[in-house]
């Protein structure tokens, strides 16, 4: 056999292996495929094939592991157990940028599908390595390490912990200064995840100056990268009051007002979260999103969208009104109540009804005044069969029956309440007849140099409805 026949085998052995990493990389692009891929021991095949001697054959043998792997928590836990991490780890300080990015993406994808393996990752060593990946010259390299970054930081305090312990936030809020929008956006989103667990965590973020960094990039005209960077600042300004007028000084209003009228539903999201997050903490914070324009922006948001889009939105106007009698007046006043009721009416998912139950709850128990705006728009009645319907969640059933309770003890506009005469159970009717009972006796005490016949038919027609209503109480009963 010449040398050549003798050099062909080994050239159709590499073509083979080749063939073969290329096509299983292909077939685990497709779903419907990985059941088949899994029972005929593909990660087993795929496992020498990561030392190979030809650098494009353990690369794509490495994103045929990835996609696998990405697929779901069996195939990553078998990366696991099959010994493949120490040996991705190790090579990703050795390889060329292309290996780093699909062996950042394997770490990434055996990473996402539980804090167990999330914790397997850290305990291979990886997090050192990712961290260097972050200081690559290669924006695509340390674009896979942030996200690495950001899926095992997810999971809970302690990875991120791990994260902030391997040095990684610095690196991260360099990479949202580089020019490359996907690296600035993954970038944003493992700093939004590291700092949503805990205020000690969040003050990482903050000390090494995320927050200005942020701010500045919430006009950027990409979408993605808008959504992320207002998750981040949610995640830092809703741990304390501190944080939160951090946040603000960055000088966001008026600005993160325009992204509720963004194109893109989760941008608008993110925005009212961020404000929600914002104004929750005191009123001051509350009082100076009023004074920007905020509370009827946030209404127009709420009304140009639908579903889970709008409750960052309603929990807003809520923490707002409930902080004061003048806050709670600035929502009226912006036509906030009309608003929640119809989010309280078209709404078809019970946690989204339970927050604008919750919401006008706020508005109305402040005074008279604040519940007479409330129950003009027929929400008495909405409320009271949400709390009655067997249908509804035991949430919503609770928060119904809260603010019912809390309007009705304001309410002195019997118009609105007397239909609830004849509907309501005793444990509302109670409130129901009290309201009545105050409205009356002070009708009487303001005429009490009234004639004395005058008197008499008043005292009469106390009685007569008190009557009535003691009767009715008696047939709920």
Not at 50 to 57: A, K
Not at 133 to 153: H, K, M, N, Q, T
Not at 363 to 382: K, M
Request: proline share 4%; net charge neutral.
């Amino acid at each position: 056999m010449s040398q050549r026949q003798v050099l062909q085998v080994f050239e159709q052995y590499q073509k083979a292996r080749t063939q073969f990493v290329q096509t299983v990389a292909e077939l685990a692009t497709r779903p419907q495929n990985i059941e088949t891929l899994q029972n005929a021991g593909v990660m087993s095949l795929l496992r020498p094939l990561l030392l190979d001697v030809v650098p494009t054959i353990q690369q794509t043998a490495v994103l045929a592991l990835g996609r696998l792997a990405n697929y779901n928590d069996d195939l990553a836990e078998a990366v696991v157990k099959g010994g493949i991490l120490p040996q991705l780890v190790y090579s990703l300080a050795e390889q060329n940028r292309f290996y780093k990015k699909a062996a950042a993406f394997v770490l990434r994808a055996v990473g996402k599908h539980s804090p167990q393996l999330a914790q397997a990752i850290v305990d291979c060593g990886a997090l050192d390595t990712l961290v260097v990946c972050l200081e690559d010259f290669d924006p695509g390299v340390r674009e896979a390490a942030a996200w690495a970054f950001s899926y095992i930081a997810r999971h809970n305090a302690e990875l991120s912990q791990a994260v902030v312990d391997a040095g990684a936030v610095p690196l991260l809020v360099l990479c949202i200064q580089e020019p490359e929008i996907a690296l600035k956006g993954i970038a944003a989103s493992a700093l939004s995840d590291i700092a949503k667990h805990s205020p000690e965590l969040a003050q990482t973020v903050v000390d090494v100056g995320a927050i200005a960094h942020l701010a500045q990039m919430i006009l950027n005209p990409d979408a993605k990268l808008k959504r992320q960077v207002l998750s981040a600042l949610s995640q830092i300004a809703k741990h304390s009051v501190n944080m939160a007028e951090m946040v603000v000084e960055a000088e966001i209003f008026p600005v993160v007002l325009t992204c509720l009228k963004d194109k893109d539903d989760y941008v608008k999201k993110n925005a009212s979260t961020l404000i929600r997050e914002i104004a929750k903490h005191t009123p001051e914070l509350s009082q100076l999103i009023v004074n920007a324009g905020g509370v009827a922006a946030v209404i127009d948001c709420i009304a140009s969208c639908k579903g889970n889009i709008r409750l960052p939105g309603i929990m807003m106007l809520g923490y707002v009104a409930a902080h004061s009698e003048n806050l709670a007046m600035a929502v009226i006043i912006s036509k906030g109540v009309p608003m929640l009721s119809v989010c309280l009416s078209e709404e078809p998912e019970d946690h989204i009804k339970a927050a604008a139950t919750w919401a006008l709850g706020q508005i109305g128990r402040h005074t008279p005044e604040h519940a007479r705006a409330v129950v003009v728009t027929n929400t008495l009645p909405v409320l009271l069969s949400l709390y009655m319907s067997t249908e509804s969640s035991e949430d919503l059933q609770i928060k119904s029956k809260k603010a019912l309770k809390n309007i009705l003890q304001q309410c002195t506009y019997l118009p609105a309440i007397e239909p609830l005469l004849y509907d309501a159970p005793p444990n509302i009717l109670k409130h129901v007849v009290g309201q009545f009972s105050k409205v009356l006796l002070s009708w009487i005490f303001r005429h009490t140099s009234a004639e004395s016949g005058q008197l008499s038919t008043t005292y009469s027609l106390n009685k007569v409805v008190t009557i009535q209503i003691h009767r009715r109480m008696s047939q709920n009963s």
